[in-house]
């Protein structure tokens, strides 16, 4: 409870320019999908997996996977008013168009900050400096590497793991090394009696690096980060990912300018799977799910 009290206070701090910002631009935006080159059904099979595991980085306390079961309140700063609010709108319309949890209210406390700025590694020291625990879980000697800047975008995430009485405390070194974690369901191999939420993810992007990339293609890569915690940035799957936007290992091929079909997937997947299961049976339900969506488009 006290690092949830700090986490919520951090982010107040953070996002405490949100009174300031105009309420334009409230329609939601459109969910653009796009398509994927055919492949066999074994071969889909094979894609789905490798894209899983790619866009789902297992959390340092329960090797689980993570997704939002508070409902997510998307706030973007350093942008145009009208950009500003058409990020925020695209990200909660994607949220829900997956399932995951939206907050509609205009008077929601932001838990998913989202920052354009010319100085990310400055930023990046004031958040060090004054809310260390908005970078996620860490050891302290990680702290520098941790808060260095790589561009163009990056992404933090406070998870908190809930045990199986429905005690719910946020990722900690103290709380770890302490055993103060919430205890799952021992002796089981295939449910562990805990899951892991995201409370609070802190998106930094470096507007020096985005100048050639619309609007549009920005929010759906930033709404992918803030769903889901891949695990990583610089990959480029058989199946098509708004993350191979700003990849360098797609070479030529042709990147998404929106959210794909892939992604869009991978996150009802997230969404539905029951995260108390272990891993190997959280993955495997996920790329089930995710084989049947897309053989369905065919």
């Known amino acids: 409870m006290r690092l949830i009290m700090a986490v919520t206070a951090a982010l107040l701090t953070l996002g405490a320019a949100r009174a300031d ?15 994927r080159r055919a492949l066999d059904e074994k071969s889909l099979r094979a894609a789905t997996r490798e894209f899983g595991k790619s866009h789902g980085s297992p959390a340092v306390v329960t090797g689980q996977l993570a997704r939002w079961r508070s409902p997510i309140c998307p706030l973007t700063r350093g942008l145009a008013p009208g950009f500003n609010a058409f990020g925020s709108a695209r990200v909660r ?36 400096s004054h809310h260390e625990i908005l970078l996620g879980f860490h050891w302290i000697s990680q702290t520098k590497k941790v808060a260095t800047f790589h561009p163009p975008i990056q992404a933090w995430y406070v998870t908190a793991t809930r045990g199986r009485s429905g005690q719910e405390t946020v990722d900690d070194q103290i709380e770890y090394v302490y055993g103060t974690t919430p ?70 091929r042709q990147r998404p300018e929106a959210i794909s079909a892939s992604d869009s997937a991978y996150l009802r997947a997230l969404y539905a799977v029951d995260l108390e299961l272990t891993l190997p049976l959280e993955r495997s339900a996920i790329y089930d799910h995710m084989t049947r969506e897309l053989e369905g488009q065919r």
Not at 21 to 35: F, N
Not at 185 to 212: E, M, Q, Y
Not at 215 to 233: E, K, N, R
């Open 93 to 128: 319309a994607i949220a829900a168009s997956v399932g995951a949890p939206v907050d509609e209210s205009e008077q929601c406390t932001p838990n998913a900050e989202i920052i354009f700025t010319t100085e990310p590694q400055k930023l990046l020291e004031d958040v060090v």
């Open 21 to 35: 910002e105009p309420t334009t631009a409230k329609e939601k935006p459109q969910i653009l999908v796009t398509g």
């Open 183 to 252: 205890p799952g369901t021992p002796g089981s191999h295939f449910v562990t009696g805990r899951s892991t939420s995201i409370v609070h993810v802190l998106v930094v992007a470096d507007t020096s690096k985005l100048n050639d990339f619309t609007i549009g293609s920005i929010s759906d890569y930033v709404a992918m980060l803030l769903l889901a915690q891949p695990q990583t940035l610089n990959g480029c799957t058989e199946l098509p990912s708004i993350l191979d936007l700003l990849s360098s290992e797609c070479g030529a």
